[in-house]
């Protein structure tokens, strides 16, 4: 069936430092693709999220990045900051559908200070 | 402008026993979904609903689980004879047009089978 598969699982990087967080998708009909962010305990929210005929899309310290050839995208977090830490879920739409989010299994980002 | 809210936050139920989740989208929001979450892992969608209506239940177990979003009210997730296996986290999100693709989710019910 249609997946999202995101890697690494874990992510520890030094406070400063960059992270990066990449996802592959197979349904070639995607196109739309969120990011959440989720603290422990707590909603996922909305960080960022870019639609499939852009390539790139930033929002201050965050980035993402879609190749549609390549069925991949990813997050991009520069300058990393202690409250960055979190588990970090990227999803893509499938079928066609608007609203259907197939989400990956999270990135639990630990910055180090 | 309240955020999607959800109640009760934390349930234990025993097996055997049934479990009613509320869900109460942001204002002029009209689309209702529900996800589950189990322990280190991702959200899977369960069912999408709008006012008195389930527009795509494809996640949702076919046997004794249950959803509606009434014409007033909550939308309410059901369990009934809850498992083990259903303890997990539900979460509620709602959004103004199905074509937004953003989601806004309330704090989830944490559901805990004895």
């Known amino acids: 069936g249609e997946n999202v598969e995101q890697h690494p699982s874990t992510l520890s990087v030094q406070e400063g430092d960059s992270a990066v967080i990449k996802c592959t998708y197979s349904?070639?009909?995607?196109?739309?693709f969120p990011w959440y962010k989720q603290e422990l305990g707590k909603r996922p929210q909305l960080i960022i999220d870019i639609r499939s005929n852009v390539g790139e899309k930033k929002d201050q310290r965050i980035a993402v990045t879609l190749n549609k050839t390549a069925k991949h995208f990813s997050l991009h977090i520069t300058e990393t900051q202690p409250e960055d830490s979190a588990v970090y879920f990227c999803?893509?739409?499938?079928?066609?559908?608007?609203?259907?989010?197939?989400w990956g299994a999270g990135t639990k980002l630990i910055i180090k200070p | 402008n309240a955020g999607v809210m959800q109640n009760p936050r934390h349930l234990v139920r025993r097996r055997g026993q049934e479990a009613r989740l509320r869900c109460s989208p942001m204002?002029?929001?009209?689309?209702v979904y529900w996800y589950r979450q189990l322990p280190e892992e991702g959200l899977k969608f369960m069912v999408y609903l709008q006012k008195e209506n389930i527009i795509d239940e494809s996640g949702m177990p076919k046997e004794r689980f249950s959803a509606e979003f009434p014409k007033e009210g909550p939308s309410i997730l059901r369990i009934q004879q809850v498992v083990r296996g259903d303890s997990a986290a539900y979460f509620c999100?709602?959004?103004?047009?199905?074509?937004?693709?953003?989601?806004?989710f309330g704090e989830g019910s944490r559901l805990t089978v004895l």
């Open positions: 999100a709602s959004s103004p047009r199905p074509d937004t693709g953003e989601l806004f």
């Open positions: 349904d070639s009909a995607s196109n739309y």
């Open positions: 999803a893509a739409t499938w079928g066609g559908s608007n609203y259907q989010l197939i």
């Open positions: 204002k002029g929001h009209s689309h």
